[in-house]
C-alpha cells in the first residue's frame, strides 16, 4: 500500500511554454501533498505544501505565480511550470502524507523536466 | 531552523566492508522526527528508517543498523558486509512532529560499493 505516482515521469519542454505534472496517492487518501526540486547531485528542497481545498503554502525564494500548484482532491495535486526556462529543469519530487493514522510521507518516483 | 548536515559528499568502498553515515543535525524542538533515505540511481527515494526524538535506543535491520545519540545531535547509519546493491544517494532528514511536518534534507552521501 501507501503508493503515490507522477505523470509525466520525463517531460522535454521548449522555453516559454508550461509543462504540468500530475501527482497521485493512489491507495490512500492524502490531506497533504508537498513538492520538492532537486537539481543534479544536490539535495530535496521543499518547493511547496499543499492541502486539498486550500491555497499552497510556498518556501521562501519559490516563486507561487511560476509554480503553480493545485491540490484539488484528496488523491491528486499538480504542479504547472509556467513559462519555462531552461534553469526550471530539474527533478522534481511530489510526496504525500496520509491523512489518517500515519503521518508519513509518502514520496513518488519523481518527474524529470527539460527544458530545451 | 531546522538544519541537516551530512559531511561526508561521497564515499568509496570495497564490497563486504562496513560504512558508516554521518548525520548531524540542528533543531530548536524538543521532539523531533529522524529519517533516512535511499536514492539509487533511478530517482526514487526509498524509505529506510523513522526515529522518534524521545526513543534513543539504536535500531537494526538486517545489514542496516542506526545509532541515534542525542546528545551530539547525530544519527548515523551503518551498513555492515556492505553489497554492490548498496551504491545509492542517502540522505537524512529531520521533521517538526506538528504542523506540516516538512522534511528538511542533508546534502547527500554518494556511496559507491566496489565489487
Known amino acids: 500500500g501507501a503508493v503515490v505516482s507522477q505523470h509525466p515521469s520525463r517531460v522535454i519542454c521548449k522555453s516559454g511554454t508550461s509543462v504540468k505534472i500530475e501527482c497521485r496517492s493512489l491507495?490512500?487518501?492524502?490531506?497533504?501533498m508537498f513538492w520538492y526540486r532537486q537539481f543534479p547531485k544536490q539535495s530535496l528542497m521543499l518547493m511547496a505544501t499543499?492541502?486539498?481545498?486550500?491555497?499552497?503554502?510556498?518556501e521562501q525564494g519559490v516563486e507561487k505565480d511560476k509554480f503553480l500548484i493545485n491540490h484539488a482532491s484528496l488523491t491528486l495535486s499538480t504542479l504547472t511550470v509556467t513559462s519555462a526556462h531552461p534553469e526550471d529543469s530539474s527533478f522534481y519530487i511530489c510526496?504525500?502524507?496520509?491523512?489518517?493514522?500515519?503521518?508519513?510521507?509518502?514520496f513518488g518516483p519523481g518527474t524529470r523536466l527539460t527544458v530545451t | 531552523a531546522q538544519k541537516v548536515t551530512q559531511a561526508q559528499t561521497e564515499i568509496s568502498v570495497v564490497e563486504k566492508e562496513d560504512v558508516t553515515l554521518d548525520c548531524v543535525y540542528e533543531?530548536?524542538?524538543?521532539?523531533?522526527?529522524l529519517f533516512w533515505y535511499k536514492q539509487p540511481p533511478s530517482g526514487e527515494l526509498v524509505f529506510l528508517i523513522r526515529r522518534n526524538s524521545f526513543d534513543e535506543q539504536n535500531e537494526i535491520s538486517g545489514r542496516y543498523s542506526w545509532n541515534f545519540q542525542k546528545s551530539t545531535s547525530s544519527f548515523n547509519f551503518t551498513i555492515t558486509a556492505s553489497q554492490v546493491v548498496d551504491s545509492a544517494v542517502y540522505f537524512c532528514a529531520l521533521s517538526e512532529v506538528q504542523g506540516a511536518q516538512k522534511l528538511v534534507f542533508g546534502q547527500g552521501t554518494r556511496l559507491t560499493i566496489n565489487p
Open positions: 499543499s492541502n486539498e481545498g486550500s491555497k499552497a503554502t510556498y
Open positions: 491507495d490512500f487518501q492524502a490531506t497533504t
Open positions: 510526496s504525500a502524507r496520509e491523512s489518517s493514522v500515519s503521518y508519513e510521507q509518502y
Open positions: 533543531t530548536r524542538d524538543t521532539t523531533y522526527y
